[in-house]
């Protein structure tokens, strides 16, 4: 016998999303998903007039901001976490327009959900606001009391809640997006969010998307290069394969030591077999 499943298909921040809800749930919690991800969409986008343009413009003018959106509050509370995380190498901040401006020109009090910068500067979330998107989405599934599900947002950043339905964890094969015959590495997630980052690959050159840059020096990184970060939340997910893909080779050592099994780098310049844990790169 089958297991009933519902999904809903919609295009949101600039890509595809999927909602795969299977056993209990219902079409209102389908629903409810799909808000989730379009607040964000509307909160975080700075491709039209959103709360986040409208703090660009108040923090390039040097002054401190109320922020009275709550779901840009929550993600600049969730982005103060992944960047500490990351050892600032996750930094929506950084712009080669400002150049040396970054997260840590911002002040931000939780409290009073004020922000100001000590210089110009505007914030793009980039990957962030997909993951950010899926975990408020998860959110409003598991609120509606959904145990099982798989969300994704383009083919770089899913989320999955509970197990598979047929028991055991989701499993995942990241492909080598610079060949199509191999696989970088094989996961299984429950309850679990991961992100893929990479400097290769058709998606890299949409025109949207944004230089991957380097914050210790604002330059952008081109290396032949594929991250995949694997988090309990999707925002984190995300944070941490950008900040891989930036990272020199101490720091990169670094976050792949805290979490072995979770956090991949790959060097894809390399002509050595990449389809095993042994091609993790030791960054350059």
Not at 60 to 83: K, N, W
Not at 175 to 197: G, K, Q
Not at 198 to 222: L, Y
Request: a negative charge.
């Amino acid at each position: 016998m089958g297991i009933a499943a519902r999904v809903e298909r919609f295009v949101a921040m600039g890509t595809r999303i999927e909602l795969h809800v299977f056993g209990v749930g219902s079409e209102d919690a389908l629903v409810a998903a799909r808000r989730a991800i379009e607040g964000v969409d509307d909160a975080l986008t700075i491709h039209r007039p959103s709360p986040t343009t409208a703090l660009n413009d108040e923090l390039l003018a040097g002054h401190s901001v109320a922020i009275d959106d709550p779901v840009l509050a929550e993600a600049l509370i969730a982005i103060d976490a992944a960047h500490a995380l990351t050892e600032g190498l996750f930094d929506p901040a950084a712009d080669r327009r400002f150049a040396g401006a970054g997260w840590g020109d911002l002040v931000f009090d939780r409290s009073s959900a004020r922000i100001a910068a000590t210089r110009p500067l505007a914030l793009d979330f980039g990957g962030f606001g997909k993951g950010f998107a899926l975990d408020r989405a998860c959110a409003a599934l598991r609120d509606a009391g959904v145990v099982c599900a798989c969300l994704s947002a383009g083919e770089s950043s899913i989320a999955v809640i509970g197990e598979h339905p047929l028991g055991g964890g989701w499993p995942f094969a990241i492909p080598d997006p610079s060949r199509t015959d191999a696989v970088l590495v094989e996961v299984e997630l429950v309850d679990e969010a991961l992100s893929i980052s990479t400097t290769v690959g058709a998606g890299t050159q949409a025109p949207e998307r944004a230089a991957m840059i380097r914050p210790t020096d604002g330059g952008i990184v081109t290396a032949a290069r594929c991250t995949v970060a694997i988090d309990r939340t999707g925002g984190a997910a995300e944070a941490m394969s950008t900040a891989l893909l930036v990272a020199d080779a101490a720091r990169a050592r670094r976050l792949l030591d805290a979490a072995p099994a979770q956090r991949f780098l790959y060097d894809l310049s390399k002509a050595a077999a990449r389809t095993d844990d042994t091609a993790r790169m030791q960054a350059a």
